[in-house]
């Protein structure tokens, strides 16, 4: 909408560590570039990839799907004050991709009626199609080394011998965003049984 200048949001350490700007730690992520092909390739792959993540293998799990934006989005920011990367945010599209590719292995893939591949070798298609565009293919390198790392230490690394679950969500995260389980051990009381207390059932009086 050209509301603000994409200068007010992209990636500078030296603005954010100096001048305090923190703003665009977030905002560099939200900016794919003025409306056309690239912009809306974007979208269409960051709503999909990011709508299947959440309702298949993060399913009843809202806290650490949030905790997965979080990690990937901290990885990033640290990779990005050594490469010269002014906008993560299709970095961290092919992240998801990479992430939801590897945990469905099986699924056949069909890239515009050109390719048909399995899923985990879509991030290479996709860096590949950005290569033709003439795109620089270090903002997809980065999104595919942060969504191994990713999936490396939360579905690689905890079946491996003498592994473990380096990667735990936070308990705030949880209160935040999971719905706390019913305790089956509770016991409701009277007022909270449906219908209330039960009328008429109590001891007859002399008895």
């Given amino acids: 909408l050209e509301l603000i200048t994409p200068f007010q949001l992209y990636f500078n350490p030296e603005l954010i560590f100096k001048h305090f700007q ?18 809306l390739f ?4 960051l709503y999909r990839y990011c709508r299947m993540l959440e309702e298949g293998s993060f399913r009843g799990r809202t806290a650490d799907f949030v905790f997965m934006f979080l990690f990937g989005g901290l990885l990033m920011t640290l990779f990005g004050l050594f490469v010269n990367l002014v906008f993560l945010g299709q970095a961290f599209t092919i992240m998801l ?5 590897r945990r469905n292995p099986y699924v056949r893939m069909n890239f515009f009626g050109l390719l048909i591949f399995q899923a985990p070798f879509l991030p290479w298609v996709l860096m590949g199609f950005s290569l033709l565009l003439g795109n620089s293919i270090i903002v997809d390198l980065l999104g595919i080394a ?3 790392i990713y999936f490396f230490l ?5 079946n491996q011998p003498g592994g473990g679950r380096l990667l735990r969500t936070p308990s705030v995260l949880k209160a935040i965003f999971d719905t706390p389980e ?6 409701p009381l009277p007022e909270e049984r449906p219908g209330g207390f039960a009328w008429g059932e109590g001891q007859r009086l002399g008895g």
């Avoid at 974007?42 to 792959?45: A, L, T, Y």
């Avoid at 991709?97 to 590719?101: A, E, F, Q």
């Avoid at 019913?182 to 016991?187: G, T, V």
């Fill in 42 to 45: 974007n979208m269409i792959f």
């Fill in 154 to 158: 939360e579905d690689v690394f905890p």
């Fill in 97 to 101: 991709v990479y992430v939801w590719s």
């Fill in 146 to 148: 942060v969504g191994h």
């Fill in 22 to 39: 923190v703003w665009r730690l977030i905002t560099n992520y939200l900016f794919f570039g003025p409306v056309g092909f690239n912009f």
């Fill in 182 to 187: 019913d305790d089956p051990n509770y016991n």
